[in-house]
């Protein structure tokens, strides 16, 4: 079991690292890659080099009830919420994005609210997901003033069905268990996803606009390497293994990950407000895991 967790808070620390270089690769990728085939293709390829290496591996492949669960999975969390994001992408900015997407962990907290039997929020939880928003509000804060601008509507609409469904995928993820191994049920919900987004993109006619340069080339491998293979792999076990409201506050630390290393690698002005901005996300998510603890030793109390 210790060592499970590890693995778990493993995976949890990929996304945090891996998620937050992946808005600027999307912002790059839609500059000549129309979104759905950009997003459908990605997950079509990373899927099947999954799903080969794993069956190569002898790995167990999903049977008729659990192919229809990693279906709808599939749908809600790629097909639709990865794809969305990617589709806002072509009219806000990859700073703005990161900072809508902070509201993941307000959308999964609130939906499993509503669960019966399921994690209740506490003040705890409700503490540490407000400071973490608070800390990318700070950081992003001079962005905030375009929200509202006619230009950034449309994506900022799409952006936000696009959190409601991923926060809903993930609950459905968490708490219909399977028999099959969390990077197999990754696998094949890429296929799913890429098969969609691919139709879908052919269907509205996207084919004819695929303009491919150095650029966007390599953010398409980068997605399809780190993106999907390493990052998502990791948020599927993640949730399979550690509370919703600890794994989601992952778009808290997105945004504080691309602003490092854009001081280290681009050398990027890093102003004494992005660290403090940076330590209040970091306490935020402490919290939040604090209040998840608490729930836990609470339900444990009550059925001894």
Same mark, same amino acid.
């Given at each position: ?57 002898? #790995? ?6 659990? @192919? ?77 003033? #375009? ?26 993820? %968490?708490? %219909? ?31 004819? %606009? ?7 080339? @390599? ?17 599927? #076990? ?11 506050? #992952? ?44 729930? %836990? ?8």
């Amino acid at each position: 079991m210790i060592k499970q967790n590890i693995k778990a808070y493993i995976a949890w620390l990929n996304i945090c690292i891996i998620w937050g270089t992946t808005y600027l690769a999307i912002r790059i990728g839609v500059d000549g890659l129309p979104p759905m085939l950009f997003a459908g293709v990605r997950w079509l390829a990373a899927g099947f080099i999954l799903f080969s290496f794993l069956k190569l591996k002898g #790995y167990k492949t999903p049977d008729r009830n659990e @192919f229809f669960h990693n279906t709808v999975i599939g749908v809600l969390l790629l097909g639709f919420g990865n794809g969305l994001v990617v589709v806002s992408e072509q009219w806000i900015e990859s700073g703005l994005t990161a900072l809508l997407i902070t509201t993941v962990p307000f959308w999964i907290v609130g939906f499993e609210s509503l669960l019966p039997g399921k994690t209740k929020m506490n003040y705890l939880v409700i503490s540490g997901l407000v400071l973490g928003l608070g800390g990318v509000i700070l950081i992003f804060g001079s962005n905030l003033k #375009y929200i509202f601008l006619p230009n950034h509507l449309l994506g900022i609409f799409t952006l936000t069905g696009a959190v409601a469904i991923w926060a809903a995928g993930t609950l459905y993820s %968490k708490y %219909k268990k399977m028999n099959i191994h969390p990077l197999m049920s990754a696998s094949v919900q890429m296929i799913v996803a890429g098969i969609l987004q691919t139709l879908l993109g052919i269907i509205i006619g996207e084919a004819g %606009k695929v303009h491919i340069t150095q650029s966007n080339l @390599f953010a398409f491998l980068y997605l399809i390497t780190f993106g999907s293979l390493v990052g998502y792999t990791s948020y599927i #076990y993640a949730v399979s293994h550690l509370p919703v409201s600890l794994v989601s506050t #992952y778009a808290y630390i997105n945004p504080v990950i691309a602003l490092f290393l854009g001081w280290l690698i681009l050398g990027e002005a890093l102003s004494l407000t992005i660290v403090l901005a940076s330590i209040i996300i970091l306490a935020g998510v402490y919290v939040v895991k604090l209040g998840t603890d608490k729930y %836990k030793r609470e339900i444990l109390k009550t059925n001894n």
